[in-house]
Structure formats: structure tokens, C-alpha cells
């Protein structure tokens, strides 16, 4: 039995530590693989705590590894600290007021992500020193989620093969445990080469990479009839060779991102896009390079380690709120675009099915979630794609959500940066920790625990093997 009390209140004990860190790293905004000063305060106060930490790990700067006690169980907790470019905005705001015109901001709330996950690292090391438990407490200092799969890179150096679990949660606006499954996604960037040429006199020398952007899309257009309906096929054309008609265009470019519910599937329309673009080559007489740039795969779940934790939520409860919170969210809810409220409650007729009837009027014009959902084995996919998934391929991984900002605030807004030094937002990672942090010591003190979910995991990876959904070649850093 683990003393749930002594546990929680450790956590509570340190709250303005953790309020204080996490809310430096929202002032920091660091995007992709530029997390210096975030990732350092993180690894800073592990140090402090008695971590061991290991910096620049797997080929990354920001990216470390702190480690605490020795032997079996290890159990591993993922930290996220990047933010998003473009989303810069005041706190407690509720007008969209960046702080700097085209700065970054936490819109995916990492900033509470990553402090969150080492708040429960450091409650679960104290728990097992005090109550001479024997295991590892490691906490991943995990950079890039939000386009660089840093995950992906810890995986290849090898640093979750003796890991027995990585715990970890997102910020929501929901109390729940992510039991459905999230997209495989195949990213490409495909450049033509033409001639340029004057486009009215001397036409007929000339070749087009323009066009051939266009004859792709028509393609791809087409192909999405003969897809399964998982697959999502998107692009954007990022160079059109130039503002000029009167000049053929010798050079365009575009990228696509191909997700579907597995990566094989992924793997697989991206090749056909592939031939596609070779097709528009042809047909324009243009050369055509196709890269294969990045990916994610799909989650392997856990059940057992999702059970566990939802017995753990249950115990704690969803993220507690004030009068203060509450009407803030409802100033903020106004600025929300029309249907946001509508698209929650689609999306949990999609992931819920039946379950989403008596789910929906229980949080039905609420401005705050204040239930934890039930949990239920969801078998498709949310759309959306991380690379914590390429982490269930190496060990039992789980993932926690709480209610940290309004409900029905849009992904990646300026609303969500301007919640995220609310004290509902920290109230929501206060909460998470304890979730993640009792889950841990519930697999320390129960070794059957660890070996059913070592088991579970043992036969989902039966008969399948990791295929990295990065290109051989690719290193971490942004190729923009
Ligand atoms: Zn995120």
C-alpha cells in the first residue's frame, strides 16, 4: 500500500518551485531544439533535488537524462519544454496582445509539461528513499516535440531499452487518460527543377516547376478516393518559383504531411505521393527530387499501465478550480471561434461512441472540466500525432491529461499561451504530478504490477518490428 497522503502532500509542499519554474519557462518560449535556458532550469533543479543528471545526450543540446536511486524498477518520466513559433501573448489576457509581434509562446502549455513530469520524479524519489524502496527514478528531459521528434533521437541512442514505463501527460482541458490512439505521419518535401524562360516568346523552351507543384496536387488530390479513410493527405506549396507570369518558373517546392492510423499506412501513401510527383515530372519535363524528411509513429497502449493510472486519477480527483478561475475562463470562452464548443463534443462522439452520451451532457456548457472521463480501451486515433508514440515501441508508456485552461480552447492559440499562468493551469499540473507520481510508486511497491505491464508489452511488439519513422540520415535541428 502506498501512503497516498504523505505522496500528494510532497508534492503540494514544493508548489511554489514548481510554479516558479515552469512559469520562467513560459517568459522563455524557447521553440524546437533552441530550449537552452528551459531545458537548463529543469536539469538545474533536478541537480538541486539529487538527481544525477546527464546534459546534451542522444546529439542534442537541450535534450538530458536525471537519474535518482539504482536497480529495477526504473521507472521513466517524459519532460516537454518547447514552444510554438508565431504564438506570442500576454498572460491573463483576453485579447490577443503579443508581448512581441511574431515571437513565441506556449501554446501546447510545455511549459507546465515538463515541470509537471519532474514534480512527480522528485515526489516518487523522496517516497522510495523514505520508505527504502528499492529502483530508478529517471526523468527524460525530452526536447522538440512540436517538430523535431526529439523523442525519436533518445530512442535511437538506446536511452528507454532498460526503462521498465515512461510515464508522462499534456495539458488539456480535460481530465482523462489518453486511452485512443494518435496518427502515423509521414512528412515530405518535394522540390522541382524547370528552365526558366519568357513565358509568351519562348514558351516552348521553357519548363515549368510551377505546374509541376500543381499536377502533384491534382494527383494527390485524386489519390485521396483510393486511401483508406484514416489516411490524411495535406500540402502546402512553399516556393511558387516567383511573382513573375511573364517568367516561367524554373524552381518550386512543397511539402506534405501524410498521416494515417499506422505508420506502414503512412509509409505507403507517401510512396504513392512520391510516384505522383515523379508522374507531374514527367508530364512537365521538370526534374523531381523527393525527401523524405520526418515522421512519427502510432501509439503501442499500455492498458495496464492506463488502468493503474486511472485507478490513481480516480484517488486524486480532476484538477480542483476557484470562483476567480471560473470566471475567467468564461471571459476567455467568448473569444473561442463558433462550433468550439460543438467540436469537443464531436470529437467525444467519435473517440467515446455510446459512453460520449452520457459523457457530453455532463460537461455541456461548462467553462471548466470538472470530471475525469471514463476510462474506456479506445481503438482508433485522435488526430493528432506526437512522438511519445515512438517511445511506446520501447516501453510501456502512458499518457495523463487535466483540465489546466478553458474548455473547448483551441490547440496552439494565443488563448491558450494567455491561460498559462493561471492558477488553474498550475492547479492542472499540481494534479497531473500527483496522478503520474502515485502510478510510479503504485508499480515500486507492486513488482506483479510491473511484470503485467512488462507482459502486455511483450506481446503487443510480438511480430513487430521498429521501423524509425526518420529518414536514415536526419539529425536533430530544423532544416528550414
Ligand atoms: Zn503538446
Redesign the pocket.
Known amino acids: 500500500m502506498i501512503d497516498h497522503e504523505e505522496l500528494v502532500q510532497s508534492i503540494e509542499n514544493k508548489r511554489e518551485q514548481y510554479v516558479r519554474v515552469s512559469s520562467q519557462i513560459w517568459d522563455y518560449a524557447e521553440t524546437c531544439f533552441q530550449e537552452h535556458r528551459s531545458s537548463k532550469a529543469l536539469a538545474d533543479l533536478l541537480e538541486q533535488e539529487g538527481f544525477r543528471v546527464q546534459r546534451n545526450v542522444a546529439g542534442m543540446e537541450t535534450a538530458f537524462v536525471a537519474e535518482a536511486g539504482s536497480g529495477k524498477p526504473v521507472i521513466g518520466f517524459l519532460g516537454?519544454y518547447d514552444a510554438l513559433p508565431g504564438l506570442s501573448q500576454k498572460a491573463d489576457c483576453v485579447t490577443h496582445t503579443p508581448i512581441q509581434e511574431g515571437g513565441a509562446g506556449h501554446g501546447?502549455?510545455?511549459h507546465i509539461?515538463g515541470t509537471g513530469a519532474l514534480a512527480a520524479a522528485v515526489a516518487l524519489k523522496e517516497y522510495m528513499q523514505r520508505h527504502n524502496l528499492p529502483g530508478t527514478v529517471r526523468y527524460y528531459g525530452c526536447p522538440a516535440?512540436?517538430g523535431g521528434a526529439g523523442k525519436i533521437y533518445l530512442a535511437k541512442a538506446g536511452l528507454f531499452d532498460d526503462a521498465d514505463c515512461a510515464i508522462t501527460w499534456?495539458?488539456c482541458d480535460d481530465n482523462n487518460i489518453w486511452s485512443m490512439n494518435f496518427m502515423a505521419i509521414q512528412n515530405l518535401r518535394i522540390r522541382f527543377y524547370g528552365v526558366a524562360a519568357h513565358s509568351a516568346s519562348q514558351g516552348h523552351l521553357g519548363r515549368n516547376a510551377l505546374e509541376a507543384t500543381e499536377l502533384t496536387g491534382v494527383g494527390s488530390n485524386y489519390l485521396r478516393g483510393h486511401v483508406e479513410r484514416d489516411v490524411c493527405i495535406n500540402y502546402a506549396v512553399t516556393n511558387a518559383g516567383g511573382p513573375a507570369p511573364n517568367v516561367i518558373q524554373d524552381y518550386a517546392e512543397m511539402v506534405y504531411n501524410i498521416r494515417a492510423y499506422t505508420h506502414k499506412k503512412a509509409v505507403a501513401a507517401a510512396q504513392w505521393v512520391e510516384d505522383i510527383a515523379k508522374g507531374a515530372a514527367m508530364m512537365s519535363r521538370t526534374r523531381v527530387e523527393v525527401l523524405y524528411e520526418g515522421g512519427l509513429s502510432e501509439l503501442i497502449p499500455n492498458r495496464t499501465l492506463e488502468r493503474i493510472a486511472y485507478e490513481k486519477f480516480l484517488e486524486v480527483g480532476p484538477t480542483p478550480y476557484s470562483q476567480e478561475d471560473l470566471e475567467f475562463c468564461t471571459k476567455i470562452h467568448d473569444t473561442f471561434p463558433a462550433g468550439a464548443e460543438e467540436s469537443t463534443c464531436n470529437n467525444l462522439s467519435y473517440l467515446y461512441g455510446k459512453t460520449a452520451q452520457q459523457l457530453i451532457p455532463q460537461i455541456k456548457g461548462k467553462m471548466i472540466n470538472d470530471i475525469i472521463y471514463p476510462y474506456t480501451e479506445i481503438p482508433h486515433a485522435k488526430y493528432g500525432s506526437?512522438d511519445v508514440c515512438d517511445v511506446s515501441w520501447f516501453t510501456p508508456t502512458m499518457q495523463v491529461t487535466t483540465a489546466c485552461y478553458a474548455k473547448d480552447t483551441p490547440?496552439h492559440s494565443w488563448q491558450q499561451v494567455a491561460q498559462g499562468k493561471r492558477p488553474l493551469c498550475y492547479n492542472g499540473m499540481m494534479t497531473a504530478a500527483k496522478v503520474m507520481a502515485l502510478t510510479g510508486a503504485e508499480l515500486v511497491v507492486c513488482p506483479e504490477k510491473v511484470q503485467a505491464m512488462r507482459e502486455e508489452f511483450h506481446n503487443a511488439m510480438e511480430g513487430r518490428v521498429y521501423e524509425c519513422p526518420l529518414p536514415p540520415n536526419a539529425h536533430p535541428g530544423r532544416e528550414e
Open positions: 516537454e501546447c502549455c510545455h509539461l516535440e512540436e499534456h495539458p506526437t490547440g
